[in-house]
């Protein structure tokens, strides 16, 4: 960012904006401070001025707020209440506020401007948006207090529905255990370290037994470092196994706890959270009916851990992969077209085949009313009957002529004939016993 | 986000009036074959679709794109227009499929060119497509059922795309006007019914189809986008739709080379994504900030067949996106999922958690014998697996499977030392047949018979004065004494077994035969011990058991301190003494069983010298050159009672190793 020899605060908000996108993208929060002393600037370039343009904008000099990432405007007012009331100053400040889909907050000095006064105001900035996140990391009669960074954030799940944000619970409580491949890159709403934390009596942090190298030997610090905890095993395990613990973060709301390496030496304890609802991962099913394999009758996983119960399979099977009839382009037509004529000329070989084929396309052609493809195909498995070369089997001209019978049938569209669950059965002929090709 | 937006409904109305058996006059080819095959035979005749044809074929492909990438919470109700309306389907999820929607197509069968066009009307299926715009989803039944007094938040609109002829403008303008009317109708019914709700927005989408000129049936995608990813040449790039937030990173970073505004510009846009050689593989876990359902535009084509064949099987596609600045950056990764395939987005920003420190160096981390690969195996037998059928507890009520998952986590630790040197027990392999199968939440009768088996061995184990795995860690000199590891062993079993006597009548019995065999100290050395100093006396598994009462919530402490002060009534009543030094001495002090002569063992006179490990070893060896004397090997102290059977046989029992009197 350039300095300016000027107060303007849309050039700083922009800065700002560029470097959070290129830096972290758009969907990192940001909280950002604006210290200010509540003078807007003068002239072009001033708040006043950019407020007043603001309606006016293009997409190439588009106004920074709302931030394109989600974000907390907060605005440090050097400046007592009285003072900013006077002019039109803090209007223009809520106006900022408010252009951020109202995400932020100002601050101003209680009383005269000391340095005391200054610190309390950035004392409550910091109570309000930089206190830590604790929690309690439970498994089973396994705890650990544990700082989770950076703080989770509120969500809204439909803003229609149920437009209360919600909270994570500070019980982290784990539900079980589920193998990374299973589990399978799933999409997270927000990452975050869990620290484990040492705790005193009052419940105030007093370490999170990283030492520095001034430290002596008896530090709180060092001492923690000592105590057995929770967390280090918790990751150690996941680390090994390469297993993920599936955690609750309140109703209806999950996550996972994960060992991350930074690097070869370095790891972590990382919490993902899912999207909060009753099933954010349809490969895992509903996490209600997630329960231990041992109430299954046999083990799911298999006695020398060789299967897997996931993932679940959909009801319906998706369009790539059920053999869906689409005609839209001609090339669609032409090479099912192509398919049963391929056939028709290995008759009998591939007499189960061609059928196949021809039901299929007998049934599109049903549903989308196209009954002239019908006439046209049996028009020309008719054809072909008459191309069979001599050597020909005898079934094929049978089952050639069958065939085309049949479709000239369907093609009238009389019930009785072009009925879609009706399929086209081979013919029974005198040679057709010897035809044993399976599909 | 909402999720009864107008897209939860869509209705098509498609005008099956006479006019719509009409030719679409383009000429489809399907005689390819004979073409390179035999010289001298004329191809058949091109035939060509009709308007009928076309609508229902760009319909179900809307359809069909539709459930692949939204399979739920997106409902489509089919409805056919001639001298009246036939509805296809209904809302539920079982009618949202291709194959339903195909039969009863079929059923509905081609427009007849010979009804009367007088007759039909595209109004009568307008109508009942408002008509069922009114009824209520499973969704939003459900939705409601949830949110009770705020039910009215569950909102209620949809979409009605309607392919037809239109005569004129003014055609168009009454139809508008007539499912205007129809939705302020309907919803003053709606307003007095449970099973209807009123329109709030209905969006109308009227497609006006005709013969010759360019087929405008290709349907808008609305919320959907496309992708492209090239497979070094241009001819294997597979198009694939997908919901528009699996770019919405790139669409806000302005790093857009499509040009024009993300906001108002074309729904149909397309970024093209690089296929790079996977370098991952299904073990990997990827930071990834969403997922999407994917469907290639042309499915049947090859290129595109043999992308989704290839996920289907399991494997993994890595995609990188080009950026403005030339570089490029690996943006999405795709694969399926039980048959399913999902465009996974991956962060491809910076970390806002750059060079965390290490959990080695934070609290715990110093310490260097944590229980890993016990607590892997841990992991392991309390991993999740789907229980799709409701199971109901004995009570009736419904059971859920997550409930029963923590219930089972709370306890597998009721007692779980975290580290090696906290615990006897867990490093021996002589308790594991009781240690797993204790923390159920019932026995079998083998089970129990098994516990038993497992106590008896280490009675046995303790005659035969084998050596425990007792840490020696942070002791001074030459660590406890062989009794005091065998006490130290028995208490902690004793704990584990403790924790769980109320699961079942069967682990009390364990515990029984637990406290009926363990050893005790003879009196006099109970009381030696107490003269001496505490801390010297303060063992490790009673250390282990302070230090995880300690780092549990107070309730789990209470609970756990209510059971073992249970127990010790229990005790107290039944006259054992709790071998602890908190307990206090019973008035009247007399072992239950009075099996435990304690052998006098061998006193171990500090560490090993080299001549024992010497003649150890030397033994070993002889002993495996032969056959050992079976009476040595039942001996008690080197003392092996010769011609028992005759006792046995004159009816008299055997006392002296002690077993046939503990039944």
């Known amino acids: 960012m350039d300095d300016y020899d000027k107060t303007c605060l849309e050039s700083a908000l922009v800065g700002v904006c560029n470097i959070v996108q290129q830096e972290w993208g758009g ?62 100053s803090l209007d223009c400040l809520e106006r900022l506020i408010d252009l951020n889909n109202g995400e932020g907050q100002i601050f101003t000095i209680d009383g005269p401007l000391c340095l005391k006064n200054v610190q309390s105001m950035f004392g409550k900035l910091i109570d309000l948006a930089y206190t830590p996140f604790h929690a309690v990391l439970k498994c089973g009669h396994l705890t650990a207090d544990v700082q989770v960074f950076p703080r989770p954030e509120p969500f809204v799940v439909d803003e229609e529905i149920d437009p209360i944000p919600k909270v994570i619970n500070t019980d982290l409580e784990i539900v079980g255990f589920i193998d ?213 089997h005898p079934d094929a001209a049978f089952q050639l002529t069958h065939a085309a019978q049949q479709l000239k049938l369907a093609s009238t569209g009389t019930s009785e004939y072009a009925g879609y669950e009706h399929n086209i059965t081979p013919l029974h002929t005198d040679f057709s016993g010897s035809s044993t090709e399976r599909m | 986000m909402k999720i009864f937006s107008e897209s939860h409904k869509t209705v098509f109305v498609v005008d099956h009036c006479p006019y719509m058996a009409e030719s679409c006059r383009q000429h489809v080819e399907f005689d390819m074959l004979v073409k390179n095959r035999t010289q001298g035979i004329i191809p058949l005749a091109p035939i060509s679709k009709s308007l009928w044809t076309c609508s229902v074929e760009s319909s179900m492909e809307y359809c069909r794109i539709m459930y692949d990438i939204f399979p739920f919470k997106k409902l489509v109700n089919f409805i056919v227009s001639d001298s009246g309306a036939h509805v296809l389907n209904s809302w539920t999820q079982e009618d949202q499929n291709l194959q339903e929607l195909m039969a009863a197509l079929a059923a509905v069968g081609p427009p007849n060119p010979r009804a009367d066009p007088e007759c039909c009307s595209i109004l009568h299926g307008l109508v009942a497509a408002v008509e069922t715009l009114c009824k209520i989803t499973e969704y939003q039944h459900e939705a409601r059922t949830l949110l009770m007094e705020n039910a009215e938040r569950v909102g209620n609109r949809g979409r009605i795309i309607c392919i037809t002829n239109a005569k004129s403008d003014s055609h168009v303008r009454m139809l508008e006007d007539c499912v205007q009317e129809t939705i302020h109708e309907h919803n003053k019914l709606a307003a007095n019914s449970d099973h209807l709700m009123q329109i709030q927005k209905c969006e109308l989408v009227l497609i006006h189809t005709y013969a010759v000129g360019e087929d405008s049936l290709v349907s808008d995608r609305p919320k959907k986008e496309e992708e492209q990813h090239a497979n070094t040449s241009a001819n294997y790039d597979v198009e694939l739709l997908h919901h528009k937030d699996a770019h919405v990173d790139f669409l806000k970073s302005g790093d857009t080379h499509i040009g024009g505004s993300s906001r108002e510009g074309s729904f149909k846009e397309t970024i093209t994504l690089k296929w790079c050689t996977p370098r991952t593989n299904n073990i990997e876990l990827h930071y990834c900030t969403g997922a999407y359902r994917i469907s290639p535009v042309d499915v049947n084509s090859r290129p595109s067949s043999c992308l989704t064949n290839f996920l289907l099987n399991g494997r993994s596609v890595l995609l990188e996106q080009p950026r403005k600045s030339g570089s490029k950056v690996i943006s999405h990764m795709l694969s399926s999922h039980g048959g399913e395939i999902f465009l996974h987005v991956l962060s491809s920003s910076r970390s806002i958690l750059e060079d965390p420190p290490s959990i080695s160096e934070g609290c715990g981390g110093r310490v260097t014998d944590y229980r890993i690969t016990d607590f892997g195996e841990f992991m392991r037998e309390n991993r999740l697996t789907p229980f799709l059928d409701p199971r109901y507890k004995i009570d009736g009520s419904l059971e859920i499977p997550l409930e029963r998952a923590k219930d089972q986590l709370e306890k597998h630790t009721r007692y779980w030392p975290m580290i090696i040197s906290q615990t006897t027990i867990f490093n021996m392999q002589a308790v594991v047949p009781l240690a797993s199968v204790i923390v159920k939440e019932s026995l079998t009768e083998e089970d129990v018979l098994n516990c038993q088996k497992t106590i008896y061995n280490l009675v046995d184990m303790e005659r035969k004065n084998d050596p425990l795995p007792i840490s020696t860690v942070g002791t001074r000199g030459k660590g406890p004494k062989r009794d005091e590891q065998y006490r130290i062993m028995w208490n902690e079993l004793e704990t584990l077994v403790r924790a769980h006597i109320n699961n079942s009548e069967k682990h009390q019995r364990v515990l029984e035969c637990l406290m009926a065999c363990r050893s005790k100290p003879p009196e006099e050395e109970e009381r030696k011990k107490r003269g001496r100093k505490r801390e010297d006396k303060e063992d490790k598994s009673e250390k282990a058991v302070k230090d995880y009462e300690q780092e549990k919530s107070w309730q789990d402490s209470e609970r756990l301190k209510g059971i073992l002060e249970r127990g010790k009534e229990e005790l107290a009543e039944a006259e054992i003494i709790k071998d602890s030094p908190d307990s206090p001495e019973p008035p009247n002090k007399k072992p239950l069983v009075e099996m435990d002569e304690t052998p006098p063992i061998e006193k171990s006179k500090g560490p090993v010298s080299l001549l024992s490990l010497w003649s150890n070893r030397i033994n070993t060896a002889n002993s495996r050159k032969h056959q050992e004397f079976a009476g040595r090997l039942n001996s008690v102290n080197n003392r092996a009672e010769l011609y028992q059977h005759l006792k046995e046989e004159n009816g008299m029992e055997t006392t002296e190793n002690g077993k046939a009197s503990r039944q």
């Open chain 1, 180 to 392: 990374i491949a299973d589990i399978s890159s799933p999409p997270v709403l927000s990452r975050h370290l869990v620290l484990p934390i040492a705790l005193n009596k009052e419940g105030d942090e007093v370490g999170t037994g990283i030492t520095d190298d001034n430290e002596d030997e008896n530090s709180a610090n060092q001492i923690a470092g000592k105590i057995p905890n929770f967390c280090v095993l918790l990751h150690g395990s996941l680390k090994v196994e390469g297993m993920v613990a599936i955690v609750q973060l309140g109703p209806e709301w999950h996550g996972m706890l994960y060992s991350q390496a930074d690097s070869k030496k370095k790891s972590n304890l990382m919490m993902s959270l899912f999207e909060p609802g009753p099933e954010p991962l349809p490969w895992l099913g509903k996490m209600a009916q997630l329960g231990p394999i041992s109430d299954a009758k046999e083990n799911p996983y298999g006695e020398d851990d060789n299967k897997s119960p996931f993932p679940l399979q959909p009801k319906n099977k998706r369009s790539y992969a059920q053999n869906v009839t689409v005609w839209i382009k001609p090339s669609g037509l032409q090479t099912d077209v192509q398919k049963i004529l391929r056939n028709a000329r290995k008759l009998p070989e591939k007499t189960q085949t061609f059928y196949k084929e021809l039901n299929r396309l007998r049934k599109a052609a049903l549903a989308f009313g196209f009954l002239d493809l019908l006439k046209g195909v049996a028009d020309m498995l008719e054809r072909e009957c008459t191309l069979l070369p001599d050597t020909a």
């Open chain 1, 27 to 88: 969907a990192i929060p940001c909280q950002v401070v604006l210290v200010t002393d509540g003078c807007l600037g003068i002239g072009r370039g001033s708040l006043r001025h950019s407020l007043a343009t603001h309606s006016q904008r293009g997409e190439s000099n588009r106004f920074p707020l709302p931030f394109p990432f989600p974000s907390k405007l907060y605005i440090m007012c050097m400046a007592n209440l009285e003072e900013l009331q006077s002019t039109d």
